[in-house]
């Protein structure tokens, strides 16, 4: 390519067209077009500058941008270049251009499989915090009934809740732990039949404790209707409402946070649970 206005095409070789799906023909001399005409237009100015940069220091360049193929698709391409001096002169640049989409497109999954475990990470550090609440909280508590002469039915209670929360809790570390499931950037769900009553019961155990330390009330009110056991998650059921249960806490400032079950029975033969 000529260092010229018109950055007048000089050689190009017939392997072009199987990176742009144009003949050779069509770029010598800039007989019908030539390769800015085909870049991509967010990547002419970084194209210009690095070139310009490059001539200026007197040294190879190499870059990647993006141009359309005949048929409209997008290809990513990483051109190496230099420029050919006469004195003090630049007088044109010598490059290959190579088609580096499936190397783009590969890199760009790598990226975003390691942004999926950043924010999948991130999201689980919460997750972890909520039931270590609870077992600490409750471990307090068994501390406080060991005092006294005799602790009773709570204890059973307080003990029976650390350890439903430290399964809990296990669950959640065995999903940070399966790295395939971050990876594949989803989370598979179960569909199992779950004790409802125990999933409610669970979270009821982790918002009384965050609302009593908010000086708020926590009720739990359950329609006598619905079903002793649901098809579901339970882990992911039971981490939405903590979650949707802990910001109600967090942003109420007096007053008390309610948590209602009930059963919709509007749709016929498709009941819901709300």
């Keep these: 390519v000529a260092c010229d206005e018109q ?21 010598m ?22 070139i310009e940069e490059a001539i200026r220091e007197r040294r190879p360049y190499s870059i990647e941008y993006r141009i359309f193929h005949r048929s409209g698709e997008l290809r990513w391409v990483n051109e190496r270049g230099s420029a050919v001096f006469e004195g003090d002169t630049p007088k044109y640049l010598d490059g290959v251009q190579f088609d580096i989409t499936a190397l783009h497109e590969a890199r760009e999954a790598a990226e975003q499989a390691s942004r999926s475990k950043s924010i999948f990470l991130a999201n689980m550090s ?7 609440t609870a ?10 009934l060991a005092t006294e002469p005799a602790p009773g039915p709570k204890l059973v209670e307080y003990v029976d809740t650390i350890r439903r929360n430290g399964d809990h809790l ?26 409802l009553l125990d999933v409610l019961q669970d979270v009821d155990a982790v918002l009384r404790l965050k609302a009593a330390g908010r000086k708020l009330a926590l ?7 619905i079903p002793a056991s649901i098809t579901t998650d339970a882990l992911r059921l039971k981490q939405i409402l903590v979650n949707l249960g802990g910001n109600a806490v967090k ?16 749709i016929p033969g498709r009941p819901s649970l709300c």
């Design 7 to 27: 950055a007048t095409h000089l050689f190009v070789s017939d392997a072009i067209e199987q990176l742009t799906g144009y003949p050779a023909s069509d770029f």
């Design 29 to 50: 001399h800039n007989a019908v077009r030539d390769c800015a005409s085909i870049t991509h237009p967010e990547d002419l100015a970084r194209i210009d500058a690095a």
């Design 126 to 132: 919460h997750e972890i915090r909520t039931p270590m």
């Design 135 to 144: 077992i600490l909280g409750y471990t307090d508590l068994i501390a406080e």
């Design 170 to 195: 296990l669950a959640i570390i065995n999903d940070i732990l399966d790295l395939s499931k971050i990876e594949a950037g989803k989370m598979t769900a179960e569909h199992i039949e779950a004790p």
């Design 219 to 225: 009720t739990v009110r359950i329609d006598t209707e």
């Design 251 to 266: 942003f109420t400032q007096r007053g008390e946070v309610s948590l209602s079950v009930s059963l919709d029975r509007s």
